[in-house]
């Protein structure tokens, strides 16, 4: 072979040596490329997968803020609410003792003429109420906290002195606090205590609303002078004649609930109108009970004068709706099934009453 034919195998090798580093090159970039790209694609997939998954958790996390601030708002509109009617309560009782001042200023002038057999009687009206202050008594206890249970409210007044019992009134339907109750005590003293150390004083963020129970701005409404020995055997159940038409259970449920637990609360109605027949009956679990509210014969309530008797026993006894008195607020679960026959009448002389 000649030098020249050397030469140009040798530039055939060189040639094809390049070609082969050039591929091997192209080969090696497209490789990483394709790497590159890959990676890349996967990085895109994670990234977009996260931001999905952080987008979800805002999603819940600011449904469930909106969830927390609905419910917030629905119960700061449920207390407004409540305070709403504890302020007209108040309200319509001092109107109350607006009247009964007025009224209580005309008595004055007219018993004047008497005051010499008033002064006579003295000793004797201290003798009773030495013997009245050793009672029972109870006290009203308004703008309660919704927190306050019944056993808290026992202990809150133990301190003064010696608690029978503590009721918290609450409503029929949802057994929520109405934010006020009643503290029975063992005599008056101590309630009188009670209403003087505690009125005004903060429970649980709130100042309490203090009063007597059967305190004349309160009981001692306008009386007419009914007879008031019952004309009837005794019995549980305490009949209500000349009942205002606005007159609404829960309202007796507060009035007679001061003086034992309520099994019922009755209001009969015109079957075809639906209209109140101007009476009504509270069932207690005690006679006892049925015969210390029959003391409110003749007192004022929604402008009518109402007259109290015992009522007969209702032979069925299947009709009480799941009502439940007691210590617990006397909470009634429903309205009493109406009875199948018509409501039974009071026994004794009928009396009837002008509006």
């Known amino acids: 072979m000649s030098v020249e034919e050397e030469k140009i195998e040798e530039e055939k090798k060189e040639k094809k040596s390049k070609k082969e580093k050039k591929e091997k090159k192209e080969k090696k970039e497209k490789k990483d490329k394709k790497d590159k790209k890959e990676k890349k694609e996967k990085k895109d997939k994670k990234d977009k997968k996260e931001k999905k998954k952080e987008k979800k958790e805002k999603k819940e996390k600011k449904e469930k803020k909106e969830k927390k601030e609905k419910k917030r708002k629905l119960e700061e509109e449920e207390q407004e609410q409540e305070v709403k009617k504890q302020k007209t309560e108040e309200s319509t009782e001092e109107s109350t003792e607006e009247i009964t001042e007025e009224t209580s200023e005309e008595k004055t002038e007219v018993t004047e ?157 015109e079957k075809e109108s639906g209209r109140k027949k101007g009476f009504g009956y509270v069932e207690f679990d005690a006679v006892d009970a049925a015969t210390k509210a029959l003391e409110l014969s003749g007192t004022e309530v929604d ?53």
């Not at 069925?316 to 679960?333: H, S």
């Open 303 to 355: 402008g009518r004068n109402i007259r109290l008797d015992y009522a007969p026993e209702r032979n069925n006894q299947g009709g009480k709706g799941g009502n439940r008195g007691g210590r617990g607020g006397n909470r009634f679960g429903g309205k009493p099934a109406a009875p199948k026959s018509a409501a039974p009448k009071p026994q004794g002389q009928k009396i009837t009453f002008d509006d």
């Open 113 to 269: 003429a008497t005051e010499a057999t008033e002064e006579t009687q003295a000793e004797e009206t201290q003798e009773e109420s030495n013997e009245v202050s050793k009672e029972p008594a109870t006290i009203f206890v308004g703008n309660l906290s919704f927190n306050m249970t019944e056993d808290w409210l026992a202990e809150e007044f133990g301190v003064v002195g010696k608690v029978v019992g503590a009721r918290i009134i609450t409503d029929r339907e949802s057994g929520r606090s109405k934010g006020y109750g009643y503290v029975d005590f063992a005599d008056k003293a101590t309630a009188e205590k009670a209403v003087k150390e505690y009125n005004g004083k903060e429970l649980d963020g709130r100042e309490v609303r203090l009063d007597f129970a059967n305190s004349p701005n309160k009981s001692n409404k306008q009386k007419k002078d009914y007879d008031n020995k019952p004309r009837s055997a005794p019995s549980k159940t305490v009949f209500i004649g000349n009942l205002s038409w606005n007159t609404s259970e829960q309202k007796l449920s507060e009035m007679f609930g001061e003086y034992g637990n309520i099994v019922s609360i009755r209001i009969p109605t």
